[in-house]
């Protein structure tokens, strides 16, 4: 009779190691997917922070522009207030077209060495932010994988870890991307 206890105390422990061990490693993909979740937050609110300063630049060249200009503030209020993955950045993306596509107009504003700095600003802080949505995708990915390899599959659920939700292109994203790009010479 004591063999038998020992024996299944000792697939008792072997399996609660494991169970330790499976948590643990979920515990560093879920800390992954959070600090992906974080960059892009970071990245968004540079985007935000550098959008004053590219409508104040704007406004001195094209102050008749009002509708266009105040319609770029009012989209980054709200994106700004809202959630990471919320619909309100599609919002602020049109916004922000509409508001660069006015430097095609206003031949001074598109010299202007202010403005071009802040157009390249936004333009690396857009690539930053597509390298920390990239990230956060892999991070997912490598989450997810573990959380449904085997045995783990077994205690996740149990265990408080649940599916994560990959980066997805959002609704002003989605209409440019299966477009063939145009090239005039």
Known sequence: MTFIA??????????????????????GQRQNVKQGMADIDAQLRQRHDLIPNLVETVKGYASHEKETLDAVVAARNTAASGAVASGDEAG??????????????????????????????????????????????????????????????????????????????????KGTVDQVPKIGF
Not at 7 to 26: Q, S, T
């Open 6 to 27: 020992i024996g299944i105390l000792g697939l008792v422990v072997i399996i609660g190691m494991a169970v330790i061990g499976i948590y643990n490693r979920l515990v």
């Open 92 to 173: 602020l993306r049109v916004a922000l077209d509409k508001m660069l596509a006015l430097s095609e107009d206003y031949p001074d504003l598109k010299a202007n060495t202010n403005f071009q700095e802040l157009q390249r600003e936004l333009a690396e802080t857009e690539d930053k932010l597509a390298a920390a949505r990239r990230a956060l995708n892999a991070a997912v990915s490598r989450y997810n994988t573990a959380r449904e390899s085997f045995p783990a599959i077994l205690f996740a659920n149990a265990l408080g870890f649940s599916v994560a939700e990959f980066s997805e292109l959002d609704e002003s994203e």
